[in-house]
């Protein structure tokens, strides 16, 4: 179920010349914060949980994800060379499970150690701050890869669907209407995160079972029919 | 076909040329500005789906009807309750709805001109009588006349509605002016970084997610910042870290000269004497912007 010719194009798809530089840029930036934030305050609980929470979890890791993601097979679909790959003898769920692998790594890589340095930068892990988000950021980081590579093979317009999911729903809903952060992997990702930290600064509105239950599900479900979709891909010429 | 060649060869003295009627055009040449106004037109359209696939009105209509929805609704709100004021400033309204209009710049700043790089139609417009700096005109005045229109719109619901639930004339025309200056500059600096990044790369999702990022992700970074320094009683560093994101800059320049409440954290606004510094750097964003397309397009594509 793994190939490691397709993992091979993926990953120098995914790390080629400019995509890097968004990738590489937001956790720099991360650390750049954490380092500022550190010289001006000194350590503090509250405020590590606030940078990590607030920028690293609800903002880079969806971002990195939608890159990720969708770069691992938006745009060979996009430029119809898909059709080379999908016309070698692989079976398309191996297909879509090589570039899930890649594009879970991808994510992990650059958001998850990030995050794990950031937060011993800002506090130095007290009360497990640090390890509890780059838990969460790990855990977040399948579901979200596996979402995207969906939305990539469903939609041209996977990019932006990506950022309305992460940047409307997640964020400006999730803040406004209570029941939106039922159906948010961010929340799913924190409900994680706070059964590793313990106390009350990583707070989740969802129960552990429900988001272990509902993150397990929506990779599983977002997978098969990702390979589904590959199945009967069309190809559509430029609208 | 063959045959009547054959017939053809051995006549050859029957050969000539017909007449089959080329005429050369002798009717009025629309020139330059002509061309330049058509590209304008043809790009503002574009930006809204107009002439377009229907697939490609959902997502810019979407955003529009998003906009001036909450508009609507506070205006309702406003004449059920029978309010002396709008529950929100003309100014507030932009920062408020900021994701909206960065998405809506993230996705049709590289409609606008990575399809062009894409499919090579640049070298097409030059071979036009228009110049480089008539496209990137034509081009930056579209994308900047789209976002007021998306901006302006809600305003215009805002006032409209104020002026009928009988408030105050004098004070809501001055409220709904300084609210049309700030988009407007709004709109100028926001298409100048949009097509500045999406002029790079002739990837459509590649431009999107670029785009986002340095707008959307400056002012998390910014305000998490601000909020941190706000905490730490360090208000004076509060306003100089608002000139580094886009949104924090349009903020800053509306609470320092059109009367709008910041929105930083804590209420520091900065003072006049900032003000006229985050004046100078959104200005001299949207010139560089210009200056980087022209000189973007010098090269491109020959």
């Given at each position: ?13 995914l790390l080629g010349r400019r995509r890097a530089l968004i990738l590489g840029a937001l956790p720099l930036l991360l650390l750049v914060i954490a380092v500022a934030v550190r010289g001006l305050t000194g350590a503090d609980d509250q405020t590590a949980a606030d940078v990590l929470g607030g920028f690293a979890l609800a903002t880079m890791v969806p971002i990195i994800g939608v890159v990720a993601g969708t770069g691992a097979i938006g745009p060979e679909i996009d430029d119809g060379s898909v059709v080379y790959l999908l016309s070698k003898p692989i079976r398309r769920p191996t297909i879509i499970l090589t570039k899930l692998t890649v594009a879970i790594a991808v994510t992990m890589a650059f958001s998850a150690v990030p995050t794990l340095i950031a937060g011993l930068v800002l506090n130095g892990n007290g009360q497990q701050i640090a390890v509890a988000y780059t838990v969460a950021a790990l855990v977040a980081s399948i579901a979200y890869a596996a979402l995207f590579l969906l939305l990539g093979t469903v939609s041209r317009h996977a990019v932006v669907f990506g950022l309305v999911y992460a940047l409307v ?71 | ?302």
């Amino acid at each position: 179920m793994y190939d490691p010719t397709v993992a091979r194009l993926t990953y120098r798809a995914l790390l080629g010349r400019r995509r890097a530089l968004i990738l590489g840029a937001l956790p720099l930036l991360l650390l750049v914060i954490a380092v500022a934030v550190r010289g001006l305050t000194g350590a503090d609980d509250q405020t590590a949980a606030d940078v990590l929470g607030g920028f690293a979890l609800a903002t880079m890791v969806p971002i990195i994800g939608v890159v990720a993601g969708t770069g691992a097979i938006g745009p060979e679909i996009d430029d119809g060379s898909v059709v080379y790959l999908l016309s070698k003898p692989i079976r398309r769920p191996t297909i879509i499970l090589t570039k899930l692998t890649v594009a879970i790594a991808v994510t992990m890589a650059f958001s998850a150690v990030p995050t794990l340095i950031a937060g011993l930068v800002l506090n130095g892990n007290g009360q497990q701050i640090a390890v509890a988000y780059t838990v969460a950021a790990l855990v977040a980081s399948i579901a979200y890869a596996a979402l995207f590579l969906l939305l990539g093979t469903v939609s041209r317009h996977a990019v932006v669907f990506g950022l309305v999911y992460a940047l409307v729903w997640e964020a400006l809903f999730g803040s406004l209407v209570p029941g939106a952060r039922t159906l948010s992997i961010q929340q799913w990702a924190l409900a994680v995160a706070h059964k590793v930290a313990g106390g009350d600064l990583v707070t989740s509105d969802v129960g552990l079972p429900t988001a272990t239950v509902l993150l397990t599900a929506v990779t599983v479900l977002a997978t098969w029919y990702a390979g589904q979709k590959l199945r009967s891909l069309t190809l559509a010429g430029e609208e | 076909m063959a045959v009547e060649h054959s017939a053809a060869a051995t006549s050859a003295d029957q050969t000539r040329i017909h007449d089959i009627g080329y005429r050369a055009y002798d009717g009025p040449r629309l020139g330059r500005s002509y061309a330049t106004r058509a590209l304008y037109s043809q790009s503002l359209r574009g930006a809204y789906g107009l002439g377009r696939s229907a697939k490609s009105k959902v997502l810019p209509m979407l955003l529009f009807v998003v906009m001036c929805v909450p508009a609507a609704i506070m205006v309702a709100v406003a004449v059920a309750t029978k309010a002396h004021d709008l529950p929100v400033a003309y100014t507030r309204y932009a920062i408020i709805m900021q994701s909206v209009i960065c998405l809506y710049v993230a996705s049709q700043a590289p409609q606008s001109v990575s399809r062009d790089l894409r499919f090579k139609t640049v070298p097409l417009y030059f071979s036009r009588p228009i110049e480089t700096a008539d496209y990137v005109r034509a081009k930056f005045a579209a994308l900047a006349s789209a976002l007021f229109v998306l901006t302006a719109a809600p305003l215009l619901v805002l006032y409209v509605g104020a002026l009928l639930a009988k408030l105050d004339f004098a004070d809501q025309t001055e409220g709904c002016a300084q609210g049309l200056l700030s988009v407007a500059l709004l709109s100028l600096l926001f298409a100048g970084i949009g097509l500045v990044i999406a002029s790079v790369t002739p990837r459509r999702g590649f431009g999107i997610a670029a785009v986002i990022a340095v707008l959307i992700i400056s002012y998390g970074a910014v305000s998490t910042l601000q909020a941190i320094a706000d905490s730490q009683d360090n208000p004076g560093a509060i306003p100089w870290i608002g000139l580094f994101s886009p949104v924090t800059l349009i903020d800053g320049v509306q609470s320092a000269f059109l009367g709008a409440e910041p929105s930083h954290p804590g209420g520091h606004g900065p003072d006049t004497a900032q003000g006229i510094v985050y004046l100078a750097v959104v200005l001299g964003l949207i010139a560089a912007a210009y200056g980087l397309l022209l000189r973007r397009y010098k090269k491109v594509g020959l």
